[in-house]
Protein backbone atom coordinates (compact mmCIF):
# COMPACT_ATOMS: atom_id res chain seq x y z
CA UNK A 1 0.00 0.00 0.00
CA UNK A 2 0.91 3.53 0.33
CA UNK A 3 3.26 4.96 2.45
CA UNK A 4 5.21 8.32 3.32
CA UNK A 5 8.69 7.76 4.98
CA UNK A 6 9.46 11.37 6.75
CA UNK A 7 13.04 12.28 8.41
CA UNK A 8 14.36 13.53 10.63
CA UNK A 9 11.76 12.90 13.30
CA UNK A 10 13.26 15.91 15.68
CA UNK A 11 14.81 18.92 14.82
CA UNK A 12 16.53 21.97 16.45
CA UNK A 13 17.51 24.88 14.72
CA UNK A 14 18.87 28.51 16.14
CA UNK A 15 16.53 31.67 15.24
CA UNK A 16 17.32 32.68 11.71
CA UNK A 17 18.60 29.24 10.55
CA UNK A 18 17.20 27.35 7.95
CA UNK A 19 14.95 24.40 8.33
CA UNK A 20 14.84 21.44 6.29
CA UNK A 21 12.49 18.23 6.54
CA UNK A 22 12.50 15.36 3.75
CA UNK A 23 9.96 12.75 2.50
CA UNK A 24 9.84 10.06 0.15
CA UNK A 25 6.61 8.44 -1.02
CA UNK A 26 5.87 5.08 -2.83
CA UNK A 27 3.34 5.21 -4.96
CA UNK A 28 4.00 6.56 -8.60
CA UNK A 29 0.52 7.61 -8.83
CA UNK A 30 0.53 10.18 -6.36
CA UNK A 31 0.51 13.58 -7.80
CA UNK A 32 -0.48 15.96 -4.91
CA UNK A 33 1.98 16.61 -2.04
CA UNK A 34 0.96 18.78 0.90
CA UNK A 35 2.84 19.71 4.26
CA UNK A 36 0.68 20.25 7.46
CA UNK A 37 1.83 22.41 10.65
CA UNK A 38 0.13 21.05 13.96
CA UNK A 39 0.00 22.90 17.36
CA UNK A 40 -0.26 21.38 20.42
CA UNK A 41 -3.59 20.62 21.21
CA UNK A 42 -5.24 21.65 17.03
CA UNK A 43 -5.93 19.71 14.28
CA UNK A 44 -3.12 19.87 11.39
CA UNK A 45 -3.14 23.46 9.00
CA UNK A 46 -2.13 23.49 5.87
CA UNK A 47 0.94 25.81 5.18
CA UNK A 48 2.12 24.78 1.68
CA UNK A 49 1.26 22.18 -1.48
CA UNK A 50 2.53 21.20 -4.83
CA UNK A 51 1.36 19.10 -7.72
CA UNK A 52 3.07 16.30 -9.40
CA UNK A 53 3.78 19.22 -12.55
CA UNK A 54 5.62 21.44 -10.61
CA UNK A 55 9.11 20.98 -9.29
CA UNK A 56 9.13 23.83 -6.83
CA UNK A 57 6.68 26.13 -4.72
CA UNK A 58 7.51 29.06 -2.19
CA UNK A 59 5.48 31.24 -0.07
CA UNK A 60 7.41 33.74 1.46
CA UNK A 61 9.81 32.10 4.07
CA UNK A 62 8.90 28.42 3.36
CA UNK A 63 9.50 26.25 0.15
CA UNK A 64 8.81 22.82 -0.88
CA UNK A 65 10.88 20.98 -3.82
CA UNK A 66 9.25 17.90 -5.73
CA UNK A 67 11.71 15.03 -7.27
CA UNK A 68 8.97 13.21 -9.21
CA UNK A 69 11.89 10.80 -10.50
CA UNK A 70 13.34 9.86 -7.11
CA UNK A 71 9.83 10.04 -5.49
CA UNK A 72 10.93 12.58 -2.79
CA UNK A 73 9.86 15.99 -1.83
CA UNK A 74 10.91 18.50 1.15
CA UNK A 75 10.02 21.41 3.02
CA UNK A 76 12.62 24.62 3.67
CA UNK A 77 11.90 27.08 6.10
CA UNK A 78 14.62 29.76 6.03
CA UNK A 79 15.20 32.67 8.54
CA UNK A 80 13.22 30.64 11.33
CA UNK A 81 11.41 31.82 14.44
CA UNK A 82 10.45 31.01 17.29
CA UNK A 83 6.93 30.83 16.04
CA UNK A 84 7.86 28.22 13.51
CA UNK A 85 8.23 25.73 16.16
CA UNK A 86 5.55 22.61 15.88
CA UNK A 87 4.99 19.79 14.58
CA UNK A 88 5.33 19.23 10.71
CA UNK A 89 3.55 16.95 8.33
CA UNK A 90 4.10 15.66 4.77
CA UNK A 91 1.61 13.69 2.79
CA UNK A 92 0.83 12.37 -0.77
CA UNK A 93 -2.11 11.76 -2.34
CA UNK A 94 -3.74 8.12 -2.73
CA UNK A 95 -4.05 6.61 -6.14
CA UNK A 96 -7.22 7.55 -6.09
CA UNK A 97 -6.99 10.80 -4.94
CA UNK A 98 -9.61 9.90 -2.43
CA UNK A 99 -7.53 10.78 0.29
CA UNK A 100 -3.64 11.79 1.93
CA UNK A 101 -1.16 9.66 3.57
CA UNK A 102 0.91 11.31 6.50
CA UNK A 103 3.99 10.60 7.54
CA UNK A 104 5.17 10.40 10.39
CA UNK A 105 5.92 14.15 11.49
CA UNK A 106 9.07 15.69 12.54
CA UNK A 107 9.16 18.16 15.20
CA UNK A 108 10.65 21.79 14.68
CA UNK A 109 12.12 23.53 17.80
CA UNK A 110 13.38 27.19 16.98
CA UNK A 111 15.52 28.54 19.93
CA UNK A 112 15.94 31.85 20.29
CA UNK B 1 -18.50 29.67 9.76
CA UNK B 2 -15.71 29.23 12.07
CA UNK B 3 -14.35 25.63 10.43
CA UNK B 4 -14.72 22.08 11.04
CA UNK B 5 -16.30 22.07 14.80
CA UNK B 6 -15.51 18.29 16.61
CA UNK B 7 -17.54 17.05 19.73
CA UNK B 8 -16.39 16.37 22.40
CA UNK B 9 -13.56 17.75 22.50
CA UNK B 10 -12.35 14.63 24.93
CA UNK B 11 -13.52 11.34 25.93
CA UNK B 12 -13.05 9.12 28.59
CA UNK B 13 -15.13 5.57 28.54
CA UNK B 14 -14.60 2.39 30.13
CA UNK B 15 -13.37 -0.90 27.66
CA UNK B 16 -16.75 -2.48 26.19
CA UNK B 17 -18.84 0.66 25.87
CA UNK B 18 -19.61 2.42 22.82
CA UNK B 19 -18.67 6.00 22.02
CA UNK B 20 -19.98 8.24 19.06
CA UNK B 21 -18.24 11.78 17.73
CA UNK B 22 -19.81 14.47 15.85
CA UNK B 23 -17.42 16.56 13.15
CA UNK B 24 -19.61 19.76 11.55
CA UNK B 25 -17.62 20.38 8.57
CA UNK B 26 -17.08 23.64 6.55
CA UNK B 27 -20.56 24.32 5.14
CA UNK B 28 -21.23 23.45 1.09
CA UNK B 29 -17.63 21.49 1.57
CA UNK B 30 -18.79 18.04 0.17
CA UNK B 31 -15.85 15.97 0.95
CA UNK B 32 -15.43 14.51 5.00
CA UNK B 33 -12.47 12.93 6.05
CA UNK B 34 -12.11 10.93 9.65
CA UNK B 35 -8.21 10.11 10.55
CA UNK B 36 -6.89 8.84 13.33
CA UNK B 37 -3.52 10.37 15.02
CA UNK B 38 -1.99 8.06 17.87
CA UNK B 39 0.88 9.97 19.99
CA UNK B 40 4.25 10.89 17.83
CA UNK B 41 2.37 9.38 14.58
CA UNK B 42 0.76 10.86 11.68
CA UNK B 43 -2.97 11.14 11.23
CA UNK B 44 -4.06 7.97 9.66
CA UNK B 45 -6.89 8.14 7.03
CA UNK B 46 -9.87 5.67 8.32
CA UNK B 47 -13.04 7.03 5.80
CA UNK B 48 -14.20 9.80 3.06
CA UNK B 49 -17.39 10.89 2.58
CA UNK B 50 -18.60 12.77 -0.41
CA UNK B 51 -21.75 14.61 0.09
CA UNK B 52 -23.88 11.64 1.90
CA UNK B 53 -22.02 8.60 -0.30
CA UNK B 54 -19.05 6.41 2.07
CA UNK B 55 -16.68 6.11 -0.89
CA UNK B 56 -13.68 4.87 0.87
CA UNK B 57 -14.30 2.46 4.18
CA UNK B 58 -12.19 -0.32 3.58
CA UNK B 59 -9.01 1.05 5.75
CA UNK B 60 -11.54 1.52 9.01
CA UNK B 61 -9.65 -0.32 11.64
CA UNK B 62 -12.09 -3.16 12.36
CA UNK B 63 -15.82 -3.52 11.95
CA UNK B 64 -16.00 -2.17 15.42
CA UNK B 65 -15.67 1.62 13.76
CA UNK B 66 -18.33 2.62 11.44
CA UNK B 67 -19.50 5.97 10.18
CA UNK B 68 -22.00 8.17 8.91
CA UNK B 69 -23.05 10.71 7.27
CA UNK B 70 -26.76 10.80 6.34
CA UNK B 71 -27.61 14.31 4.88
CA UNK B 72 -24.26 14.89 3.40
CA UNK B 73 -23.21 17.85 6.63
CA UNK B 74 -22.67 16.64 9.97
CA UNK B 75 -20.72 12.96 10.55
CA UNK B 76 -20.87 11.13 12.93
CA UNK B 77 -17.81 8.20 14.06
CA UNK B 78 -18.71 5.56 16.10
CA UNK B 79 -16.60 2.44 18.06
CA UNK B 80 -18.37 -0.47 19.69
CA UNK B 81 -16.88 -1.87 22.36
CA UNK B 82 -13.93 0.42 22.67
CA UNK B 83 -10.75 -1.56 23.40
CA UNK B 84 -7.66 0.16 25.13
CA UNK B 85 -5.71 0.16 21.88
CA UNK B 86 -8.68 2.84 20.39
CA UNK B 87 -7.47 5.29 22.66
CA UNK B 88 -5.89 8.27 20.66
CA UNK B 89 -6.99 11.38 19.01
CA UNK B 90 -10.03 11.17 15.98
CA UNK B 91 -9.61 13.62 13.65
CA UNK B 92 -11.88 15.21 11.28
CA UNK B 93 -11.13 16.92 7.85
CA UNK B 94 -13.54 18.57 5.34
CA UNK B 95 -12.59 20.30 1.68
CA UNK B 96 -13.87 20.52 -2.00
CA UNK B 97 -11.16 18.26 -3.57
CA UNK B 98 -8.16 16.44 -2.37
CA UNK B 99 -6.60 19.47 -2.06
CA UNK B 100 -6.61 22.06 1.10
CA UNK B 101 -8.07 19.69 3.75
CA UNK B 102 -9.55 21.58 6.53
CA UNK B 103 -8.94 19.92 9.76
CA UNK B 104 -11.22 20.02 13.19
CA UNK B 105 -9.26 20.25 16.71
CA UNK B 106 -10.26 16.74 17.31
CA UNK B 107 -11.52 14.48 20.04
CA UNK B 108 -9.13 12.91 22.38
CA UNK B 109 -10.51 9.56 22.94
CA UNK B 110 -9.00 7.82 26.52
CA UNK B 111 -10.47 4.27 26.89
CA UNK B 112 -9.61 3.15 30.53
Known amino acids: GENVEQHPSTLSVQEGDSAVIKCTYS??????FPWYKQELGKGPQLIIDIRSNVGEKKDQRIAVTLNKTAKHFSLHITETQPEDSAVYFC???????????FGKGTTLSVSS | DTGVSQNPRHKITKRGQNVTFRCDPISEHNRLYWYRQTLGQGPEFLTYFQNEAQLEKSRLLSDRFSAERPKGSFSTLEIQRTEQGDSAMYLC??????????FGSGTQLSVL
Open chain 1, 91 to 101: AASTQAGTALI
Open chain 2, 93 to 102: ASSFTIEKLF
Open chain 1, 27 to 32: DSASNY
